[in-house]
């Protein structure tokens, strides 16, 4: 009778850890397991192409509303077959509409999903998105940026239908985002035998915006969990999508030993998977060079894109860099400075199995720096506020008070320097400074980031005021109150006239105009990066 029992325990443990992999059809839907220690079994709407059901270690992680692309196909061809590639099995799903394919791809063996998105074109609501949503019962908390987009719970909306006030902090799902340059894995988790389910994205190449644009990536909304993996969006857009591309591949990973790393995700084996748009690395090729002119204090970047893609690394300190696999194609190089743009190089031309050498430089000139405030970094470092920004809105009580601030050049610190300046919150800016003797001519320059509805700085120089700029081209997106900073980097030049400046004080102004209005944060504003006085 003990022996009998002792089978059947073990026969029970065997067949939840040694599941069935592959693929059955339940009516209209179709069942996948993946045959994983830690059992992974989901099931895909064979209409809609929507995941309805995904089952870990037994446990339900779906939420009500699907797995899905965008908010929802609606509807899809959807093809799930099994196959063999250098000997290894896989189940591969392929969903078709008129404007993309999408895949879904079990390797035996493994608790992941591999996804693949290829696009024809954009779709109608602006935003290509991933979205698992996931029972916030099961799976509350989020990595790495923990509570910051967290809005369930809420007692208060702060701004549109995505700004928040829970326990007393502003909160936004937009406060989860990474730069594409810095990603790793983003994460949703919890229970007591932890399980965390992550999207790990290997190098977006197919996306816009370039190695510093960033995106939501997971919010506890209190109905689920969501965790994203956005691929194109109008989120501060700052570059047109590219089409008749494949993204990916990507991966919903999921784990009880902790958070995995990107570091660690192949996905080479897509090569014998017959997907649209995929190409292999030995179809692909490499640019290395060295970038010169830049301090070793900064990071150095250099990106390379054209319609079709986008890629980018970080040089060494000295300078020392080597692309990831580029497709074949002729690029545009650029070297940043941190994230500010110091050069640009065209024509640089990939083929597959080549290195390209090519060097860049940067292409800023010496100047007589009178004084300088904060560092040209393409980021608002340093400046008051820029410490939290990125992880809750303005009006946070956690923020230091926007309120207009006289910064004196040699006494004052960096950080009192506002990091953005809203129209009727704290406008303006003014810096006083003592010259030894009076220049001639003289440019102050100004840059910055990121502008909101047309603002721009505009200068007076003690009692002369500098003719007011045009207005920035316009992203029709909100910007510091997402958290968000990176725009077209406009920088402002202003031309000061021989006898303006004095030996001894002397006054600058510094005031943010626009033709447009607005409430309070959403004033026109504009972020700044460095501003600078050199003849």
């Not at 830690?38 to 995904?54: E, K, M, Q, R, Y």
């Not at 083929?351 to 040209?376: D, F, H, M, P, V």
Request: aromatic residues 12%; proline residues 4%.
């Amino acid at each position: 009778m003990m022996l009998h029992l002792l089978l059947l325990s073990v026969f029970a443990f065997a067949s939840s850890v040694f599941a069935a992999f592959g693929f059955t059809k339940s009516g209209s839907n179709y069942v996948v397991d993946a045959g994983s220690s830690n059992s992974l079994v989901f099931t895909v709407n064979g209409a809609s192409c929507d995941i309805t059901s995904i089952k870990y270690r037994g446990t339900e992680l779906q939420a009500s509303g699907g797995t899905q692309l965008s908010s929802g196909l609606g509807s899809a061809t959807v093809e799930v077959e099994s196959v063999t590639a250098s000997s290894v099995n896989y189940v591969k799903v392929t969903c078709t509409t008129s404007t993309l394919t999408h895949y879904m791809v079990v390797k035996e063996g493994e608790s992941n999903i591999y996804l693949a998105t290829y696009i024809k074109e954009e779709p109608s609501v602006g935003e290509l998105r991933f979205i698992a949503r996931l029972k916030s019962s099961v799976l509350p908390e989020e990595y790495p940026y923990g509570k910051v987009s967290t809005t369930s719970g809420s007692s208060a909306t702060v701004e549109g239908s995505d700004v928040f006030v829970v326990d007393g902090e502003t909160r936004s799902k937009f406060y989860s985002s990474t730069r594409f340059i810095d990603k790793d894995a983003q994460c949703v988790y919890g229970g007591s035998d932890v399980i965390h389910v992550c999207v790990l994205a290997p190098h977006p190449e197919s996306s816009s915006g370039g190695p510093f644009f960033r995106d939501i990536e997971s919010n506890n909304a209190g109905e689920a969990t969501n965790l994203y993996w956005y691929m194109n969006s109008n989120h501060v857009q700052t570059e047109a999508y590219r089409t008749n591309v494949l993204h990916g591949p990507y991966i919903l990973t999921f784990s009880r030993s902790g958070v995995p790393k990107l570091r660690d995700a192949d996905t080479s084996f897509f090569s014998g998977l017959t997907i649209t748009g995929y190409v292999s690395e030995s179809g692909r090729g490499y640019v290395s060079g060295t970038a010169s002119g830049i301090s070793s204090s900064f990071q150095i970047v250099v990106h390379w894109y054209n319609s079709a893609a986008q890629y980018w690394t970080i040089a060494s300190s000295n300078g020392a860099f080597t692309s990831p696999a580029m497709k074949p194609s002729t690029y545009t190089m650029v070297l940043y400075q941190g994230e500010y743009k110091v050069a640009t190089a065209t024509g640089i031309s990939v083929s597959a199995g080549k290195i390209t050498s090519k060097n860049i430089a940067s292409t800023e000139t010496s100047r007589n720096s009178l004084w300088k405030i904060g560092e040209y970094d393409g980021q608002p470092t340093g400046f008051l506020n820029a410490d939290k920004f990125l992880r809750m809105h303005p009006s946070d009580s956690r923020m230091t008070a926007w309120k207009p601030v006289t910064y004196t050049i040699g006494s004052s610190s960096l950080s009192q320097f506002p990091m953005a300046l809203f129209q009727t919150v704290n406008n303006p800016v003014t810096i006083k400074f003592t010259l030894a003797s009076a220049p001639s001519a003289a440019t102050l320059r100004i840059a910055t980031t990121l502008s909101f509805s047309g603002a721009r700085p505009q200068a007076k120089v003690n009692s002369w005021t500098a003719k007011a700029p045009s207005a920035p081209t316009k992203i029709d997106s909100r910007g510091v109150t997402r958290g968000a900073y990176r725009g077209y980097g406009e920088v402002y030049d202003v031309s000061i006239p021989s006898g303006t400046l004095v030996a001894g004080e002397n006054t600058i102004t510094i005031t943010s105009i626009s033709g447009s209005s607005g409430s309070t944060f959403l004033n026109p504003n504009f972020i700044f990066d460095a501003v600078e006085l050199f003849t």
